[in-house]
């Protein structure tokens, strides 16, 4: 049988730390959310879940609503002493404007009476003008009261961006009609132009894109079939008279022609040059459906003359160029 010891304090517990159990540490555990449930499985739990969010969205939509009903009534009150401040405002000028004719009447009166009425017109003006001052005072600060509130600046913004977008599509309307106009009188290119402005302030303009779409497509057709024309009229004539032909073909704009009748057109136009039977004649061609034909200057062996362009701008006819400036010019075949 053990002893009993006695502790008299706790430098002697300490003697004994070795005696006692310890207890082994309990790891500690860290709760874990528990996963959501599987909705796929319960399609009762999805359905009440669509109904709740259906039931908070429309909670959402009547608190916004109201909230922006009652913005409108602090917005409508805000217009109302807006109102009655400018009466004020201009019932205290008109006060004040007769206090100082009746001050010129008082100083300038010639009969005692006409000086007493004149007397009475000032202190009359003078307390009109008073509580209109007075008034005009109140109603300012009950205005910047108002002012204070957020939802007012926030409506404020609203109605002024409707009233600006409600402006653009006025415009939108009245550029739509114009450019219609425009077209039927066979300006396309001047109405695309107007259409195109307003769409790069106004990117977000359906009826604008719409209407400039159906334009250019028209303005293409157009194009399509003038060429055409040119391109029959330059076939009839290119073996009778190739320099008229020439010139018809190239005073063309083939851009954004269909790839296989810019290649007719110039090679009409090329084999109209090939018909002039120049000597010394190159040919020039940077890109498709752009080239020129230019012979020898007179007098320089180092510089060329444009006879016929199609696809440059600025290529007229005897403009003339350094003949390495035109390194990939190639002689003529005829």
């Known amino acids: 049988m053990n002893n009993p010891v006695?502790?008299?304090g706790l430098n002697e517990l300490a003697q004994y730390r070795d005696e006692f159990v310890t207890e082994p540490e309990q790891p500690r555990t860290t709760e874990v959310a528990a996963p959501p449930p599987d909705l796929d499985a319960h399609p009762d739990q999805l359905v009440q879940a669509m109904l709740r969010s259906a039931r908070e969205l429309q909670q959402l939509v009547e608190l916004d609503a109201a909230a922006r009903r009652e913005a409108e009534s602090v917005l409508e009150q805000h217009r109302?002493?807006?109102?009655?401040?400018?009466?004020?405002?201009q019932l205290e000028r008109d006060a004040r404007e007769v206090v100082e004719r009746a001050l010129k009447a008082v100083?300038?009166?010639?009969?005692?009476?006409?000086?007493?009425?004149a007397?009475?017109?000032?202190?009359?003006?003078?307390?009109?003008?008073?509580v209109a001052a007075n008034r005009l005072k109140a109603i300012e600060a009950e205005m910047s009261e108002l002012e204070e509130r957020e939802e007012l600046s926030r409506l404020v913004v609203l109605e002024r961006e409707e009233r600006e977008a409600h402006q653009r599509e006025e415009r939108a309307l009245a550029a739509i009609e114009r450019a219609k106009a425009l077209a039927s009188e066979h300006k396309e290119n001047e109405a695309l132009r107007l259409l195109g402005s307003l769409l790069k302030g106004n990117p977000n303009l359906p009826a604008v894109a719409s209407s400039y779409d159906t334009i250019r497509r028209q303005a293409h057709?157009?194009?399509t079939i003038e060429i055409e024309k040119a391109l029959a009229e330059a076939r009839r004539l290119h073996r009778r008279e190739p320099q008229h032909a020439a010139e018809i073909l190239?005073?063309?704009?083939?851009?954004?022609?269909?790839?296989?009748?810019?290649?007719?057109?110039?090679?009409?136009?090329?084999?109209?040059c090939r018909r002039l039977r120049l000597e010394g004649a190159v040919h020039y061609s940077p890109a498709t459906g752009k080239g020129a034909v230019l012979i020898p200057d007179e007098g320089s062996e180092t510089r060329l003359k444009v006879v016929s362009a199609i696809g440059l701008a600025g290529w007229s006819?005897?403009?003339?160029?350094?003949?390495?400036?035109?390194r990939s010019a190639r002689p003529l075949a005829a």
């Open 80 to 89: 109302r002493l807006r109102q009655e401040a400018d009466r004020y405002r």
């Open 107 to 117: 100083a300038t009166a010639f009969l005692p009476s006409s000086q007493e009425q």
């Open 250 to 272: 190239g005073a063309l704009d083939l851009a954004g022609m269909p790839y296989v009748l810019v290649r007719e057109v110039y090679g009409c136009w090329l084999d109209s």
């Open 6 to 8: 006695v502790l008299r």
């Open 221 to 223: 057709a157009v194009k």
């Open 317 to 326: 006819t005897d403009r003339r160029f350094a003949a390495t400036a035109l």
């Open 119 to 130: 007397d009475q017109h000032v202190a009359n003006a003078s307390a009109v003008a008073t």
